[in-house]
């Protein structure tokens, strides 16, 4: 896989296959993948193209997927929160390393075999630790949305500062980030909320807002407790029951708050 391709005879274009148009957008990277790019690198017109990808949204496709097929989640034994939070984690960091992913991912899910066979594990992973396949489903796309939203924030700030994204870059962004930071400072209520603070790094903030937002989930949704209980603790649907323990089938009453107000979170 290392040619562009193969030159045809009597100056006809090289030859290309599927996968040398796999090669040269995964070369290229999501964040920059246009047809026009992936055609130049092959030596061919983009509308060579066209029989092997159907335009820019099945080239995102083939090279998302590619892209998506390589992300493994550890699954060692721990409770349903901790596989999660190794998941959220795992997540965000395959997302922050492949600028254009949280884009792919956010679009449209799944798109391809690779996308179905993550949810399909997850799923399996949640079952695994007592949970109703509906509910799993519900709670591994939630942590997903989540942890996406998150490292797609942390990319267009990155961009922005930088000046990938036509942002201010360079002194001009390190200015411009001083001068926000003042900002926090220039107003008494700011002032007294952020003086106390700790600086702490952007992986970090993300552990310590997606903890709380599992933590949250999972005490509305633990293993064992049907969908439609989860519904009614959180006050979505009417007539829903009053939900029960899990574990001992009492009836539970439970003031959930801290849920919805993590679940307003998600971008």
Known sequence: MGSTGHAGREGRPPR???ADVERAG?????????????????????????????????????????????????????????HLLRFAVTLREFVLDRPGMARYLQELFPRGASGARLLAAEITALTGRGYPPDVAAVVCSSVAGFAIAQAAAQE?????????????????GERQLAESRALLFSEEVLARAHAGLPEVSPTDYFRLVVTAYIRGLVAAAPPGRPLRE??????????????????????????????????????
């Open 26 to 82: 995964r070369e290229i990277g999501l964040a920059g993948l246009t047809l026009q790019g992936v055609a130049s690198r092959l030596g061919v017109a983009a509308a060579a193209l066209y029989r092997y990808v159907d335009g820019k949204a099945g080239l995102d496709r083939l090279v998302g997927e590619s892209l998506l097929a390589e992300l493994r989640v550890p699954d060692p034994p721990e409770d349903a929160a901790a």
């Open 230 to 267: 989860v519904m009614a603790v959180l006050d979505v649907g009417p007539g829903a029951p009053a939900p029960t323990s899990p574990a001992t089938g009492a009836t539970e009453v439970s003031g959930m708050s801290a849920v919805t107000g993590a679940s307003e979170g998600r971008q």
């Open 156 to 172: 267009r700030q990155t961009a922005y500062l930088t000046g990938d994204a036509g942002g201010a870059g360079g002194a001009r």
């Open 16 to 18: 290309i296959s599927t």
